[in-house]
């Protein structure tokens, strides 16, 4: 049995729950609802179970630290799921948050409030920080350093931004990052539209 396909969000509360499950109808993918919350509470072995359980070749994960600074039990559940050889890491979409203090990572690109692909970090709002201003700050990040996920997408605050990505809308700015993702890794899917 061939493993996987698996897209980490880390964000996890109930407007991202919403908006990642519009976005794995939209486009034919399995979300495992139970893996999000504010914070993560189910353990990550129980998610890669869940995961490896799923009925879809490609999977949507959510982990929350619910602002903690520090690793808190979404960061401790991702970086099992990250470190599990028994599914296939395409890639992180790296939520910014108002969280300070924290290290932060360097995404490959991001995705701002108009659902455009920028360089570098953006925002809580979605809007692409000033030149210089290399990393995205987010409180359920920093565990990513220790990775080297294929691909490292940088977005707001899911379901948010100022209304732009509300579920209503069809969150139409994580349905890009995910397209993103899934397109530079070579994984079809079907746009239900």
Known sequence: ??????????????????????????????TISKSSGNPTTMSGKRIVDLIKEAKSDTVLVMFDDQG???????????????ASDE????????????TKEVEGIKPDFSVDNNA????????KEGNSEIKGHLYLEGDTVDVINKFKPPLLVGIGDIGKMNKE??????????????????SRSGVSYERDI
């Open 165 to 182: 990505d509300k579920v209503g809308k069809g969150s139409p700015i994580t349905t890009k990052a995910i397209e993103e993702i899934l």
């Open 1 to 30: 049995m061939s493993k996987k396909n698996v897209i980490v969000v880390t964000d996890g509360d109930e407007t991202a729950c919403e908006a990642v499950e519009t976005v794995g109808k939209k486009l034919g993918l399995r």
């Open 68 to 82: 903690n600074k520090n690793k808190g039990p979404g960061e401790e559940a991702m970086e099992i799921v990250l």
């Open 87 to 98: 599914i296939k890491i395409l890639g992180i979409l790296a939520v910014a948050s108002g």
């Open 116 to 123: 455009k692909i920028v360089e570098g970090p953006v925002d």
